[in-house]
């Protein structure tokens, strides 16, 4: 009499949940800031180029709505550059 090797049915590999490591810390130096521009400065270094062009197509959009989007999209999209780079200046 032969016997069998009953076979178990295994559930599927399920992907176990990937940790997302913090990036790398800056090391921040202590600067004292006499002037203002010194703190506008630091937040500057500290905004994305998406974040920047995200600033940017909001400011955009409100200038065009503020002329009933009227105007050359490209005239809107200018001046918001402009007022975007004046603020964070």
């Not at 490591?21 to 703190?39: G, I, L």
Request: aromatic share 6%; glycine share 2%.
């Amino acid at each position: 009499m032969a016997t069998t090797k009953s076979t178990t049915s295994k559930k599927p590999a399920t992907p176990k949940a990937v940790i997302a490591k913090p990036a790398a810390e800056k090391k921040t130096t202590t600067r004292k800031a006499s002037t203002s521009k010194a703190k506008t400065t630091d937040k500057v270094s500290q905004i994305s180029p998406e974040e920047r062009y995200r600033m940017v197509e909001v400011a955009a959009y409100f200038l065009a709505e503020r002329n009933s989007f009227a105007g050359n999209p490209v005239e809107y999209w200018t001046a918001a550059e402009a007022q975007i780079s004046k603020l964070l200046s």
